[in-house]
């Protein structure tokens, strides 16, 4: 007992330690979106457009727009229900100029299809159906929805990835459609519920898809008719010697490295830079997991947003609420921040993250995996690092015109090292490259606003860039 509360006392010793990388947040609560237990709010998402508007897959709800401009008393200002598309809950949702796509389909229960519905958001006080697509004889729902380009990237859970075209809006056409095997990893009588395409990052065609229990699988999807698995991932000591593989459940990608979480079993951080050779370059696993178990882990963690600039990676981890790590080092992540805690008999499935704003969702649930008795959202707000955004704004750089239709003139002092990066408001990276000329050409890039982030030998500056073509 004595060697127990001692090695107790050293994980909390140490954790408190860690803390103090990002202990000054200052995390504060300051709204709430009150929902009930018969209309759950799954996720949610800050206008992409940098407009006051609040997007929400409310699941029986359908989809409900939120006016934040005063961000402590938000307000419904139009909403989209189910019947628009044969009574399918909305569980999650993706923005792309002025489309927001939804993942249709209940997939807490195997009772309705899987389906994605595209959303005109050129007014969000005004918002409308154009399209929606059901996929034929499905029956676990959707679990996540991505585009890039003119494809979207439906994870319909047991019936895999489904590619669409969504070159017209009003005409979305089906492409192919790839299930994962359910051979790996290798594991006695695997168990195809278990394995659902229910969290994915996109990036220039490869689909990084989380696949529950089956793992990490990346998918090349360049030639769309004919997409083909190049890799596959799953920490071996999920399956090692217990048989029983735990659930992937959302993945973010960054440069090389994927960060994955993984239900009660914390956080992982996947080398990919050879996917033959995938590794394990980090785990957070502060209740020592498979040792663990999913109904008594204080955390369970499900979505991920994170802070590029401040290197802090934002989650939702069930009935803890809310934990932050600090990623600096992605060899040895730290836990950092949080909000919430485990006896307050509430629990979380979504979040987001808009500059200084983070939007995390509640759902009840009866006892599996934990008990939670409210359902909404809370708004909360916290600190920004002052001495990083005095080192971000210090470096000699101007460019012009802004906004732009894309192509933009550069003034950079051409005697230093400079590095131009384009990244997405949520801090997604879009685009990188060493900034050798006085013109840069991104074109390419769909209308929007985004962050361009100049990096002079180390000396970085930030500014807001608006391309409209």
């Not at 103090?20 to 996720?43: G, R, Y």
Request: aromatic letters at 12%; charged letters at 20%.
């Amino acid at each position: 007992m004595k060697f127990r509360l001692f090695t107790f006392y050293l994980i909390f010793v140490q954790n408190f330690i860690q803390a103090q990388s990002c202990s000054d947040l200052n995390i504060k609560l300051t709204s709430e979106i009150k929902s009930t237990c018969n209309i759950l709010p799954m996720t949610m998402l800050h206008d992409q457009k940098d407009r006051t508007y609040l997007y929400v897959a409310n699941k029986e709800g359908g989809l409900k727009v939120y006016n934040i401009s005063k961000i402590e008393k938000p307000y419904i200002i139009d909403s989209i229900n189910t019947s628009a598309f044969e009574s399918l809950d909305v569980m999650n949702l993706h923005q792309d100029g002025d489309y927001l796509y939804l993942a249709l389909g209940n997939s807490f229960s195997s009772n309705q299809k899987s389906g994605m519905a595209i959303i005109d958001v050129t007014s969000p006080e005004n918002i409308s159906l154009l399209d929606y697509y059901i996929v034929p004889n499905s029956t676990s729902g959707g679990g996540v929805i991505k585009t890039e380009g003119n494809y979207a990237y439906l994870g319909a859970m047991q019936n895999g990835l489904q590619i669409l075209d969504i070159t017209d809006k009003k005409d979305i056409k089906f492409i192919s459609q790839f299930s994962p095997s359910i051979s790996f990893p290798p594991i006695s009588n695997p168990d195809k519920a278990k394995y659902n395409a229910r969290g994915m990052d996109v990036k220039n065609g490869i689909v990084y898809l989380c696949y529950d229990a089956g793992g990490i699988r990346i998918i090349n999807c360049t030639d769309k008719l004919h997409p083909r698995q190049t890799g596959k991932w799953c920490n071996p000591a999920m399956y090692t010697p217990l048989d029983h593989p735990k659930a992937y459940n959302n993945v973010l990608l960054r440069d090389s490295l994927l960060y994955v979480t993984v239900d009660y079993c914390g956080v992982e951080v996947i080398n990919i830079k050879d996917t033959h050779n995938i590794k394990l370059q980090s785990w957070w696993n502060p209740y020592h997991c498979p040792n663990n178990n999913w109904f008594t882990s204080p955390s369970h963690t499900n979505e991920l947003v994170i802070d590029t600039l401040a290197k802090r990676l934002f989650m939702s981890t069930g009935k803890s609420d809310m934990i932050v790590l600090d990623i600096s080092n992605p060899s040895q992540l730290d836990s950092c921040n949080y909000f919430g805690g485990a006896s307050n008999n509430i629990g979380t499935w979504g979040i987001n993250r808009y500059k200084n704003q983070v939007y995390l969702s509640y759902i009840c649930t009866f006892g599996i995996p934990f008990v939670s008795n409210w359902s909404g959202i809370k708004i909360l707000t916290y600190q920004e690092n002052t001495n990083l955004l005095n080192e971000v704004n210090s470096a000699a750089f101007t460019i012009f015109p802004n906004p732009s239709d894309g192509k933009i003139n550069i003034s950079f002092d051409p005697t230093k090292e400079n590095t131009i990066t384009i990244l997405s408001l949520l801090g997604e990276k879009i685009y990188q490259e060493k900034c050798t000329q006085e013109s840069i050409d991104l074109r390419f890039l769909p209308n929007g606003i985004y962050l361009l982030e100049f990096n002079q030998e180390n000396i970085r500056k930030s500014v807001k860039l608006i391309i409209e073509h």
